[in-house]
């Protein structure tokens, strides 16, 4: 019995001082954070041409509302004790959960959209999949809404659990409510919101970018070819499905773009499985083999959970790095444009100032025949 209230006592301990270490490195992120974020806002303005512009918004917006709740409740937590309740409990958990959800599944349908864009090229019809397929504000509002209802659960299964000691109470946690839901339904819950909220979206995501390296290398949709070929060889006189004629700089920055875009695709997928692949496996192997409620478990995992936690929390600054890198490529593709555009205008302008004018040639003509009769005149 003693033994059993030395381990409770020095587990509560290491939980208290975890909990304070961890307080302050989280304010310290989520500031961090949300400096990071508001200066990528101002560069994100900037990119309202950009397809990804309107998914990038709601995307910084959801980030935010994460990190609000996340403050709000640990605030309350450690500061505002008394605020903390069941109600307040489920809202918090809810929000999160679905904020995250529509982050992770709103990058997914960027892609995707992307992805359906390259490899369907000449697709445009606004009805059916293809007209939701590229209507950005039907994807993000079916988005939210699939988020909303598959994050609901908190709001039935969970509340507050205070914890205390001899010296009154220290703080107030939100867990599941075991009186509603037995530990073989909540693994199940944790598996399916594992699922939804992270391990579907990237594997979805990762599947798009290897349709678009495989595939899109492969389609045949038109045929594409520089105006230099066009004239060397006599390929129009083939019979083609789909023509399109480009320069040869416009195929080049073309396949440059559509590069850069699977790279910045695959970074945010392999940078998001980096920063949320430990939190969520942690939370998966605590369900499945209830690391809390064993004496060898329980303070590794304290450990192990702060730790990732805020390995998980690192994830907020990354949408700016992806804006930035954006904003960027499209920078140096407008430059090129305009370089391009440019060297065609001086090209044309040269040419124009060799040729010269149909009303010179005529004056030249009309000089020429008063010549030839002033001279037939003299000979006669």
């Known amino acids: 019995m003693s033994n059993s209230f030395d381990w409770q006592e020095n587990s509560l301990h290491v939980w208290m ?45 959801a980030d935010l509302t994460t990190l609000l709740i996340i403050l709000v409740d640990i605030m309350s937590q450690s500061l505002f004790i008394a605020m903390k309740g069941p109600i307040l409990c489920k809202v918090l958990v809810f929000i999160s959960n679905a904020a995250a959800c529509f982050v992770n599944w709103v990058w997914l349908v960027m892609f995707v959209q992307r992805c359906a864009a390259i490899l369907f090229p000449l697709k445009r019809d606004r009805r059916g999949f293809f007209g939701i397929l590229l209507n950005t ?12 209802v598959t994050q609901s659960w908190p709001l039935l299964l969970v509340t507050e659990r205070y914890v205390s000691t001899g010296d009154g109470l ?9 009186r509603i839901m037995s530990d073989q339904g909540y693994r199940w819950v944790a598996l399916f919101e594992a699922l ?34 066009v004239c060397k060889h006599d390929l129009l006189h083939e019979p083609m499905d789909g023509l ?29 499985v980096i920063l949320n692949a430990p939190y969520y496996t942690l939370q998966l192997i605590d369900e499945i083999y209830s690391l809390q409620k064993t004496p ?20 907020f600054p990354l949408v700016s790095l992806y804006i930035a890198t954006l904003y960027s490529d499209m920078k140096a ?7 391009h555009s440019s060297s065609i205008s001086t090209h044309q302008n040269s040419v124009r100032y060799e040729r010269k004018p149909v009303s010179e040639l005529r004056n030249n003509e009309v000089c020429q025949q008063d010549e030839q009769a002033s001279c037939l005149q003299n000979c006669e």
Request: contains cysteine.
């Open 296 to 315: 060898s478990g329980l303070i590794p995992y304290l450990y192990m959970d702060a730790v990732l936690y805020l390995l998980y929390l690192c994830q």
């Open 170 to 178: 220290i703080a107030v946690t939100c867990e599941r409510d075991t």
């Open 17 to 61: 001082m975890v909990s304070r270490v961890q307080f302050w490195l989280i304010l310290i992120i989520i500031f961090v954070s949300v400096a990071v974020i508001a200066r990528a806002m101002f560069t994100l303005f900037h990119l309202k041409k950009s397809h990804h512009f309107q998914f990038l918004v709601w995307i910084v917006f």
């Open 196 to 229: 939804v909220t992270y391990l579907c979206p990237f594997l979805c995501t990762i599947s798009a970018d290897a349709l678009v390296l495989c595939w899109g290398q492969k389609s045949n949709k038109f045929t594409v070819m520089s105006s230099d070929s």
């Open 333 to 339: 593709v407008d430059k090129t444009k305009r370089m």
């Open 244 to 272: 399109k004629i480009q320069s040869r700089e416009s195929i080049r920055m073309s396949h440059l773009r559509r590069q850069r875009a699977i790279r910045r695709c695959l970074f945010m997928a392999t940078i998001q």
């Open 137 to 148: 504000k039907k994807l993000i509002l079916i988005t939210a809404l699939l988020s909303v």
